[in-house]
């Protein structure tokens, strides 16, 4: 039997980050956009009948063969499944611990590695995503991909926490103003619960800590 995935349910009610995001974005985005990408995935995959059993699996395989369309559709999947994830309804005050910790080392501060975070989402060219990530030894750095790019096709580094800026994140809330849209994520909504949880998973044996519900 073929593989296939079901979207997965967002982690909060739709209207839960208003008036940061607001309800129609999140069940456009949520519902149109990423329940697309899962359908397609599943479509390219009726065709394959050897597909792997994770999605994770499927994004490497798809990467390392060269099957653009289906690794376009597959890391969306997965990467709007983790920036779901990466959003918190209820207010946090900062990350803590050792991610807090491996932050200052990298960006001098928590602002610091705000502003940096803000600058390179602002200044990202057109469609994609900015990710901190870590590498087995806990270096977090910030990498911006493009298009439907993801961390998870690269071992050395483990994703922690993402923002979405293709413009269908954004537009209806913030029309063109993609800084204004990183601000808020960055104070209002970065779940940096969810981050640490991921970074202590990074530091302890490099294995996937979010995996895509299969
Ligand atoms: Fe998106």
């Known amino acids: 039997m073929a593989t296939t995935f079901k ?4 982690p909060f009610p739709s209207n839960a980050l208003e008036p940061s995001i607001s309800r129609t974005t999140m ?8 329940a697309a990408y899962i359908k397609k995935t599943n479509e390219i995959l ?4 050897n597909a792997p059993a994770t999605l994770e699996e499927v994004v490497r395989l798809a990467k390392s063969e060269g099957d653009k369309k289906l ?7 997965w990467n709007h499944a983790f920036f779901w994830n990466s959003l918190s309804p209820e207010a946090q005050s900062g990350p803590t611990g ?4 491996a932050l200052e080392r990298a960006f001098k501060s928590v602002d610091g590695f705000r502003d940096e975070f803000a600058a390179k989402g602002a200044n990202h060219f057109a469609s994609g995503w900015v990710w901190l ?11 911006d991909l493009h298009d439907a790019d993801t961390p998870i096709t690269d071992a050395s580094q483990k994703p922690l926490l993402v923002c979405d800026v293709w413009e269908h994140a954004y537009y209806l809330d913030y029309k063109n103003d993609r800084g204004a849209f990183l601000k808020v994520f960055l104070e209002k909504l ?3 619960r969810f981050a640490e949880a991921q970074y202590e998973a990074a530091r302890s044996g ?3 800590a979010y995996r895509f519900p299969s």
Do not use: Y
Not at 27 to 34: A, I, L, S
Not at 71 to 77: L, Y
């Open 7 to 10: 979207l997965p349910d967002l």
């Open 27 to 34: 069940e456009t985005h949520h519902g149109k956009h990423h």
């Open 46 to 49: 009726a065709e394959k009948p």
């Open 71 to 77: 690794f376009n559709n597959a890391a969306q999947a």
């Open 98 to 101: 050792g991610l807090k910790a």
């Open 133 to 143: 990530v870590s590498d087995d030894s806990g270096v977090v750095k910030l990498v």
């Open 190 to 192: 970065a779940n940096w």
């Open 206 to 208: 490099g294995s996937d």
